[in-house]
């Protein structure tokens, strides 16, 4: 009796490189393969397949080298569970990119053989994969795309959202005790507004050299000219903007970066690994506030001591650990200390002064805060950057959900490359 086979995969944009992968899976007994629905791929990629689950399954199907095909019924980068259990396989085979330990340990679980291939084109063909592909359609689109889209709005330039240590990247604040700073980039999907919080200064100065998109070069390097770039030692300001927003922008991922005294971080460590950052953008959200008013100062009040510093720096290491290994609980319980930390030294924060404009009401960042401070499906809360106004990013037990409540919401999309 031959074996039965499992692979499985999203197969959008079939071509020849997925066949050749089942011709080479089938050597191995009767081929099984299980396809990622189009909510799967949705939540996974954050946009629709180019062809629905339905014809790719028909497509699938037709080819010769496989027996019978299946749209997954589960969710998440493991959403094949319940068509393995259906098909009940004896080998389990990915090629050797697709392959991961918590694959093979499901596969040792239901005692399963499982195999990872290299990827090998057929013979006389150009290896092929779907990303190359995608990429290579999208590029035209892209340059079509950047004429039509607003230069008001950054174009496809990432924004970012600081989670923990802001103000650490300030010499005058790192002087008293060294830290990190934490940040994630993002793309674009929301209208990022001027005046709050999301480094639209520094998007705009990088939009004077490149006007739709990042160029394609190392993000650290690429980092380091957009800092030099903004802070012209040849302008009259004295204040110098902090690396964090060059680095949030162009680093893409979750990433960390460390101030001891000087104005560029002394090392800078980051991920991309999907888990993690699925997990912030299952538990992250931005309400929009009122932009920063005229005259708006966060920094008169300001209270900087060597024990409120350590309290940002400490706050900011328990949020790396608590993102790195998923833990909710401990993820708000974290960012909300960081918070807490920022406007013990800087009030302003969320009580600013009107430099010349004593009219304005300085309560309308408390009122918010205390708005959805009170949702219980609220966890935690800070602005970005230097507050003031803008947007509040919260920590939530679901993002789906709390939008889905709260329409005034955004859910964030984390820029992996």
Known sequence: MSKKVFVSGCYDLLHSGHVEFFKQASQFGDLYVGIGSDATYLEYKHRKPMFPQEERLFMVRNIKAVKEAYINEGSGVIDFIPTLDLVKPDIFVVNAEGGSEAKRKLCEERGIQYIELERTPAEGLEARSSSSLKA?????????????????????????????????DQPYVSMYHPGWAITISLNPTFEVRNRCGLCTSTRNMIQKIWPMKLPKMNPEMLARLVFCFENNPEREEEHISGAQDAIGICIPGLCRHYYDKNFWPKKIESTNDEMTLRFLEEHLVMVPMTPRLPGCSVVEGKDITPAKVKALTQAADACWEAIITRNLTAFAAAYKASFEAQIAMFPGMVAPTYVGHPEQNNSYVAATIAQYSALDDVLAWKMPGAGGGGYLALVVNDAKQFVAHHPEAFELHIRRE
């Open 136 to 168: 290579a359609l999208s590029n035209q689109q892209e340059e079509d795309a950047a004429q039509s889209k607003q230069a008001t709005n950054g174009g496809g330039i990432p924004t970012r959202l600081d989670l923990a240590g802001t103000w650490i």
